[in-house]
């Protein structure tokens, strides 16, 4: 029988193993530092990634950054991400939990609106806006008041 006739088995596809176990397991996400800038010239961003990963690994999300150099340091945070993160189980690092405690959100100020500055130039006597509702009142005609009680 000729060699090339022969009948080989048939190998089973090739399974990446690793592939299949990252595709199947649940992942802890933290709020970390990734470090970026040059030699000696550290900047930090503050990411939320898988906790398995490298320091500077692929992160899910940027929520905000750290620079140590300026003084004072310099720390931005996007507060309703970071919140976000949190509700859905996210863990700070050490560094990131003081980070967050010392720079807490700001009350955030209702935005003005296009008629909010006309209202605060043109200034209305607390006065006139307390007799107004009494003026209406006093006009009100008395026979509506007599249909009412009947």
Same mark, same amino acid.
């Given at each position: ?63 905000? =950054?750290?620079?140590?150099? =300026?003084?004072?340091? =310099? ?37 003005? =609106? ?37």
């Amino acid at each position: 029988m000729p060699l090339d006739r022969r009948r080989r088995p048939e190998k089973p596809p090739k399974i990446n193993r690793a592939l299949d176990f990252e595709r199947n397991r649940i992942a802890v996400v933290m709020i970390r530092l990734a470090r970026f800038g040059a030699r000696k010239q550290p900047y930090y961003r503050i990411v939320a990634i898988e906790k398995d990963r490298a320091r500077n690994g692929r992160s899910i999300e940027v929520v905000g =950054t750290y620079n140590p150099r =300026t003084n004072p340091a =310099t720390v931005d945070l996007k507060y309703d991400r970071i919140a976000y993160w949190r509700s859905v189980g996210a863990q700070f690092s050490d560094i990131v939990e003081k980070l967050v405690a010392k720079n807490p959100a700001k009350p955030v100020e209702a935005p003005l =609106t296009p008629a909010s500055p006309v209202k605060a130039a043109v200034e209305v006597p607390a006065a006139a806006v307390v007799e107004a509702p009494a003026a209406a009142v006093a006009e009100a005609p008395v026979e509506s008041e007599a249909a009412v009680q009947a």
